[in-house]
């Protein structure tokens, strides 16, 4: 994800805040970084982060954010718990926070199309499963992100 100094980031789904830890270890840090989680219980995990950096609860259908206002989004470890049918809203409203140009930058893991593994991780997984490869590089070319 390499942010900039001079960039603002916004992580969605920001959990126990592990990407905002892992940030805030860098040699290099952006100037402005907002967590955001739906689960306050969530956001009382994240611990000490550097002046600055800010902490919200708000929903990714509806970011509390202006337009445009954030060079990096980050979504880890939550796209594949939305259904299927949420992705193009939810990537558009993730569009709409990002500058043109800005960069959206998702961990998203894929059950396996077969094999073994397949039966494990498709049981484990939430109800917006989606086969390896469909999220989110389907679902991004309605909201207008290139891969």
């Known amino acids: 994800m390499a942010p900039a100094v001079n ?7 920001t959990g126990t805040g592990e990407v905002l830890r892992q940030l ?3 040699s290099i840090v952006p100037r402005a970084v907002t ?5 306050r219980a969530m956001l009382a995990r994240v611990g000490p982060l550097p002046p600055g950096w800010r902490l919200r609860v708000g929903a990714v259908r509806a970011l509390d954010l202006p337009d445009a206002s954030f060079d990096v989004l980050s979504a880890s470890y939550l796209l594949q718990l939305l259904a299927p049918v949420d992705l193009p809203a939810v990537l558009s409203e993730l569009r709409r926070v ?22 494990i991780a498709a ?6 499963y989606a ?11 309605e ?3 290139r891969a």
Do not use: N
């Open 123 to 128: 049981a484990l997984d939430g109800p917006g």
């Open 7 to 13: 960039e603002r980031l916004v992580d969605v789904g």
């Open 35 to 39: 967590g955001i989680d739906a689960s």
């Open 131 to 141: 086969p390896a490869g469909s999220v989110p590089r389907t679902a991004s070319a």
């Open 143 to 145: 909201p207008g992100f």
């Open 98 to 119: 990002l500058r043109p140009g800005g960069r959206l930058v998702t961990v998203t893991p894929a059950i396996p199309p077969g094999g073994m593994a397949r039966p």
């Open 24 to 26: 805030a270890r860098r």
